[in-house]
């Protein structure tokens, strides 16, 4: 994949993070395979910008788990930290250590990571 100019690199990452943890095909939550997936962050962008192209930051929600359903990600946050915790123990506690000490992004290796990352899969 051809990498984006120095002003757009940042967005691009992000997008391609999103695609990667989308083609794994199955909602983190639900399980189901036969659905539009969206990458929906852990942490959320505005509060850790340097985790937002982390794939561990990252999970593949059906549309239904992300925004729809009545116990959806965005709508029962501490329920689903609670999810998140019994299905990927040390997860939440792993990503706010991170943020701790990863307070700059180099977006140059990132894109590159990212892209290795895609190709080997």
């Known amino acids: 994949m051809k990498k984006p100019k120095a002003k757009k690199l ?6 391609l993070a ?3 943890i989308r083609s794994k095909g199955r909602c983190d939550k ?7 997936f969206h990458g929906s962050h852990i942490l959320s962008t505005g509060a850790y910008p340097a985790l937002a192209a982390e794939l561990d930051n990252i999970l ?21 930290y609670e999810w998140l915790n019994d299905k990927f123990p040390g997860r939440l506690g792993r990503l706010k250590l991170l943020a701790q000490v990863q307070q700059k992004v180099d977006w140059d290796k990132k894109w590159k990571e990212l892209n290795d990352h895609q190709n080997k899969n």
């Open 10 to 15: 940042k967005k691009e990452c992000i997008k």
């Open 18 to 20: 999103k695609e990667i």
């Open 30 to 36: 639900c399980d189901k395979t036969d659905r539009q």
């Open 60 to 80: 593949c929600l059906c549309a239904s788990c992300h925004t729809l359903a009545p116990d959806s990600w965005h709508k029962e946050i501490v329920k689903n």
